[in-house]
């Protein structure tokens, strides 16, 4: 049998290259759409493991602040505790660099005296005495000097908060080869020079332990939690990282499952391409029957060509992907550091564990997409095989039961889900993998339906859609693969679409003021970018002004998660309508707001179990403290959660400090845009950004778009592979039917009109793939809409379908089915009335 693999697969290729290339186009789209998605993930997280490496090396724990930062006395009470053998204090902030909106350093501010024996990277030799004494000296990476075009004793204005300091390029210092995923835009530099150009002397973010030999780490860390007393956490580096892994589970989930979308379409690839094969082969394996093979063989030899099949589907997904992933890295990374505050990716790897993970899912999808007619082709009887109109017969009679199969699937997904609700998160994609699955089901029937509308009287479009259903066994399948795309295509876009809209009212809610304020380093340093006072002081004199909102920022840990904890006047006039309240009393709100209670937003509430009445956990300083929630509002800042309290409160947990971002009210009739110049030129020599609500506003939709960037690929990747399906089933029929084909060119057929009944079946696939597509796009686009967004994001959204772009993308749909249809079709006109024999009769 093996003789005969080899021999049956070469007479394929020779026989059937165009269908061979189609099917390993499917695998390899299918497996490079998920290995690009598996790629960007993993280096997400090696970004920001790689980073603490290179920054701690071999540090066993890390003492970090409950807010954010921490009080540098806190070093002498870790050095004090029996087993540590050495504590070095780190000072991290963003810092922006002037005059490059898409530039920042990572700063680092380290004791160099210790980092200089103790940390895994080291200054040029005899670069210690400039660095600590030269002012503004730092070290950057070779690669964000390349980058930037910086060499050593080049000067770099940056900027933290409204801040202003000018930095020196003292030395390069290539921290990516501790780890090679760690940020180039690492920069490092005295402790003590950082915090008195950009930083509060006496605040610093972290402290990196090392354990004396011999000590266990257990041990050490529950010393030191004592010793702290609540008012700082130790963590060891893989407890940070997989609190980075949290943080972005939900994320990568979404964009996992949308990945293995692309790889189910390219699994009914395989699946039309398999069973064409075995179509054309029927008495070839009937005759192997007949003289002593076994079904257990027939079945091992046709699930060998398709594992063939998907190892050379692999062999070309495995660089697809990696491109893919390089192509997308710019969006996926930007997502990461707007929405979850964590390092950027800065590069991507293949590392031997995603090469398997290619090879498994290309050839496992290859062999599942080839399961069904394998089986079939093995128990089939000898007499059976040998005559070729049993198989569209049995499909045809199967029509009606795989209907009802899909219904079945779907209906079991909708229990499961009920069933699971609330207990695993997970079960929103089980009941949307019951719509992706309903809908190919349904292909046949649909296709028999199609079939039976109208009887047109002479060859030419119309007859092609009348004739689809003679071949339904790979028109189904190209209708069906079409159908999952299209369903993923506007599932995503209503998805897209909807969240925009509530976005844009959310924005109409909240986005009151004429004038905002805030610094080019605010978005990433947050609490640590604050507005000097004689900023607040030139605001407050600003012609027309009649209110100055002021807020203050800070990432701290709150009911059990990390959460953006914001401090804004409740005593502002009008204060109610900042917010938009899904639960509670808007006025009782804001009064109990300045009484020291706290407004938590709608992701926060649904994953924390809060509500009005219950109270908010918030790990301070100090200690815990527990605020009561006085409503609810709507927010779609950061699916990790966000709550609001007074300035008061905010004063009262973390200290007094100069706020991150102020909005101006003006007059009635004031012009905005002409009070952004004015102050942009009274504030010329502060770092500040000031926009206008309408500039704010499009920045914020412009981010937006910039998130949602990735699923345009995996959606454009599906749409292709289905494509692909449709010229791949239409190729089957035109080898199928040759001799009917041949039948119709004797009785005077013209070449035209056997192109238009090709391209009359490519458009009655892409009809009922579009048809079922649409209908399995609503049901998908609910699932996203009122399930998954809520279960894994927390927020929820209104359902407003973007009615111009479905309507284009259904265009776009025919178009590809017909233009997928060309080449078959060309190929159907070309046979000759030679090719007549007694399969067209």
């Known amino acids: ?291 002593g093979a076994t079904r257990a063989q027939v079945l091992r030899l046709v699930l060998a060509e398709a594992a063939l099949l998907g190892a050379a589907g692999t062999a070309a997904g495995i660089p697809l992907g990696w491109l893919a992933a390089r192509a997308n890295v710019a969006a996926v990374s930007g997502t990461i550091r707007n929405l979850y505050l964590l390092e950027g990716i800065e590069a991507v790897t293949l590392g031997p564990g995603l090469v398997l993970l290619a090879v498994a899912t290309g050839v496992a999808g290859a062999v599942a997409g080839a399961l069904g007619p394998a089986i079939d082709a ?196 009008g204060g109610e309508r900042r917010v938009e309240l899904l639960a509670g009393d808007p006025a009782a709100a804001m009064a109990a707001l300045r009484g020291g209670a706290a407004l938590v937003s709608e992701p926060l509430a649904r994953k924390a179990g809060l509500a009005p009445g219950s109270r908010l956990a918030v790990r301070g300083p100090g200690g815990e403290t527990a605020l009561p929630v006085a409503g609810v509002y709507r927010d779609y800042g950061t699916e990790g959660g966000a709550a609001l309290v007074d300035l008061s409160t905010f004063a009262r947990l973390f200290g007094p400090g100069a706020p991150s971002n102020a909005a101006l009210y003006l007059a009635p009739g004031a012009d905005a845009e002409a009070e952004v110049l004015r102050l942009r030129a009274a504030l010329r020599d502060h770092a500040v950004q000031i926009r206008s609500n309408r500039t704010l506003r499009g920045e914020v939709l412009a981010l937006f778009e910039q998130t949602f960037a990735v699923t345009r690929l995996l959606q454009a990747m599906g749409l292709v592979i289905a494509a692909a399906g449709v010229t791949l089933s239409l190729l089957v029929l035109a080898r199928e039917r040759r001799g009917e084909l041949a039948l119709y060119r004797a009785l005077g057929a013209t070449r035209p009109q056997l192109f238009a009944v090709f391209l009359g079946r490519g458009l009655g696939i892409g009809l009922v793939g579009l048809a079922l597509g649409a209908a399995g796009g609503a049901g998908l686009a609910r699932v996203l809409v009122d399930v998954v967004n809520p279960a894994f994001f927390g927020w929820s959204i209104a359902l407003h379908p973007p009615w111009g772009a479905l309507g284009g993308q259904a265009l776009a749909i025919l178009a590809a089915a017909a233009a997928a249809s060309l080449y078959p079709a060309l190929t159907a006109s070309r046979t000759p009335a030679a090719e007549l024999s007694r399969d067209a009769l």
Do not use: C
């Not at 695998?27 to 790629?39: D, F, K, R, T």
């Not at 949308?258 to 394996?285: K, Q």
């Not at 119309?462 to 693969?481: D, E, Q």
């Open 378 to 573: 093995s128990r089939e009887d000898p007499r059976a095989l040998l005559a070729s109109i049993t198989l569209e017969e049995r499909v045809r009679a199967r029509s009606g039961r795989t209907l009802a199969a899909g219904l079945a699937a779907l209906a079991a997904a909708a229990a499961a889900h009920v069933a699971l609700r609330g207990r695993w998160a997970p079960s929103a994609f089980v009941l949307a993998l019951g719509v992706l699955v309903a809908v190919p089901l349904a292909a046949p029937a649909a296709i028999r339906l199609l079939a039976r509308a109208g009887r047109p009287h002479r060859l030419g479009v119309a007859y092609g859609v009348r004739t689809l259903g003679a071949r339904l066994g790979s028109s189904a399948v190209a209708a069906g693969a079409l159908a999952v795309a299209v369903a993923m295509l506007a599932g995503v876009t209503v998805m897209v679409g909807s969240f925009r809209g509530s976005v844009e009212r959310w924005l109409d809610a909240t986005l009151r003021a004429d004038v905002y304020v805030s610094t080019p380093s605010w978005r990433r340093a947050r609490s640590d970018a604050t507005l000097a006072p004689e900023v607040i002081a030139r605001l407050r004199q600003a012609p027309g002004l009649v209110g100055l909102d002021l807020l203050r920022q800070v990432q701290v840990q709150a009911a059990g998660r990390r959460i953006s904890l914001s401090g804004l006047d409740g005593a502002l006039p």
């Open 1 to 291: 049998m093996r003789r005969y693999l080899v021999r049956a697969i070469a007479k394929e290729l020779r026989a059937s290259r165009a269908l061979f290339i189609l099917a390993v186009a499917g695998v390899a789209l299918g497996v490079g759409s998920v290995l690009s998605i598996q790629i960007l993930n993993r280096s997400a997280l090696g970004a920001f493991a790689g980073s603490v490496r290179a920054l701690s090396g071999e540090a066993d724990l890390s003492v970090l602040g409950w807010a954010g930062f921490l009080d540098e006395r806190l070093l002498d009470e870790v050095l004090s505790v029996r087993g540590v053998a050495a504590a070095i204090p780190l000072w991290r902030a963003e810092a922006a660099v002037d005059g490059r909106t898409d530039a920042s350093l990572e700063l680092v501010g380290a004791d160099l005296l210790q980092a200089a024996v103790r940390a895994p990277w080291r200054l040029p030799e005899g670069g210690l005495g400039d660095a600590l004494t030269r002012r503004g000296w730092v070290a950057v990476t070779p690669a964000l000097a390349a980058e930037m075009g910086w060499r050593v004793g080049d000067r770099i204005p940056v900027s933290l908060g409204s801040r202003r300091a000018t930095l020196v390029v003292g030395a390069l210092v290539d921290l990516q080869r501790i780890a090679p995923l760690a940020s180039r835009r690492l920069a490092v530099m005295d402790i003590a020079q950082a915090q008195a150009l950009l930083g509060e002397r006496g605040r610093i973010h972290q402290l990196d332990v090392r354990a004396a030999e011999g000590v266990s780490l257990a041990e050490l860390r529950a010393r030191l939690e004592a010793r702290l007393g609540g008012r700082a956490r130790v963590l060891t580096p893989e407890q940070r990282t997989a609190e980075a892994e949290g943080l972005l589970a939900a994320f990568r989930l979404n964009l996992t499952a949308l990945s293995l979308v692309s790889l189910l379409v390219g699994g009914f690839l395989v699946y039309a391409s398999v069973r064409a094969s075995l179509a054309r082969r029927r008495e070839e394996l009937g005759v192997l029957r007949a003289v």
